[in-house]
């Protein structure tokens, strides 16, 4: 069972989302917030396993609540931290990284399909990172541009890293940059499925990654994917 926060300036919206989350067995939404600040509060007074977080709303908006709530390193009743999924209706570069350098594990937009919507709260509830097809474009577009040249990637990757990554683990970390899920790294390194697993969590425990989303954040910023990498 996945517990829920939902944090909204409309009421529309927030009893639309709660319609369809709540048609799932596996879903159930505890709370309810119309601002920021109250999502904090709810966040701290019944934490959740995940919270779906409007970007532009009073009192305090998504990014700066979402900034609060991962300091907090609040978990939800599965034992896992809180994860945010960030929802707007505005697909700009600009909120898509603010969001995801704010913590958030996802980031969709308001229009998404129940469906995906429904999809997106049971992956990130799962720990892993869920975030649109156009996000991710958008985000791949935006850190190209910070991206320096590198001679050596490995060099790069461990650059301040307390415990280096393996060879293995640092071809791990590329192949996520590049969008391939456990499987598909399986069967291109021909190991099992477990193993993977294992490197992964590896490489989001030594570079400090809360998931997926931002071990690409991480590769990104030390400039190591070359641009033909992706299909942004």
Same mark, same amino acid.
Request: hydrophobic letters at 45%; charged letters at 20%.
């Given at each position: 069972?996945?517990?829920?926060? *939902? ?15 709540? /048609? ?12 920021? %600040? ?27 609540? @979402? ?7 609040? %978990?939800?009743?599965?034992?896992? &931290?809180?994860?945010?999924?960030? &929802? @707007? ?9 603010? /969001? ?12 998404? $399909? ?12 799962? /720990? $892993? ?12 577009? %935006? ?17 301040? &890293?307390?415990?280096? *990554? ?22 291109? *390194?021909?190991? $099992? ?15 400090? /990654?809360?998931? %997926? ?20």
């Amino acid at each position: 069972m996945f517990t829920v926060g *939902l944090a909204d300036d409309q009421q529309l919206v927030r009893a639309g989302f709660s319609m369809v989350l709540g /048609s799932q067995d596996d879903i159930e939404v505890v709370w309810e917030a119309n601002n920021g %600040r109250e999502a904090v509060m709810l966040a701290q007074r019944q934490p959740v396993d995940v919270i779906l977080m409007d970007i532009q709303m009073p009192v305090v908006n998504g990014i700066d609540a @979402t900034k609060e709530i991962v300091a907090q390193r609040l %978990r939800g009743p599965a034992g896992e &931290l809180t994860r945010i999924v960030v &929802l @707007t209706t505005f697909d700009t570069d600009n909120y898509v990284v603010q /969001s995801i350098e704010a913590g958030a594990s996802g980031f969709l937009l308001k229009d998404t $399909s129940p469906e995906e919507l429904i999809s997106a709260v049971q992956s990130v509830g799962e /720990s $892993s990172a869920v975030i649109s097809p156009a996000a991710t474009a958008t985000l791949f577009k %935006r850190l190209r541009t910070h991206m320096a040249p590198t001679v050596d990637p490995m060099v790069a990757l461990n650059r301040g &890293l307390v415990e280096p *990554l393996t060879h293995r683990e640092a071809e791990i970390l590329l192949l996520i940059a590049r969008g391939l899920s456990n499987t598909e790294i399986a069967d291109h *390194l021909v190991i $099992s499925l477990p193993t993977v697993k294992t490197h992964v969590g590896r490489v989001l425990a030594k570079t400090g /990654s809360r998931d %997926r989303v931002h071990a690409v954040l991480y590769a990104f910023d030390r400039g190591v994917i070359p641009k033909n990498e992706t299909g942004a």
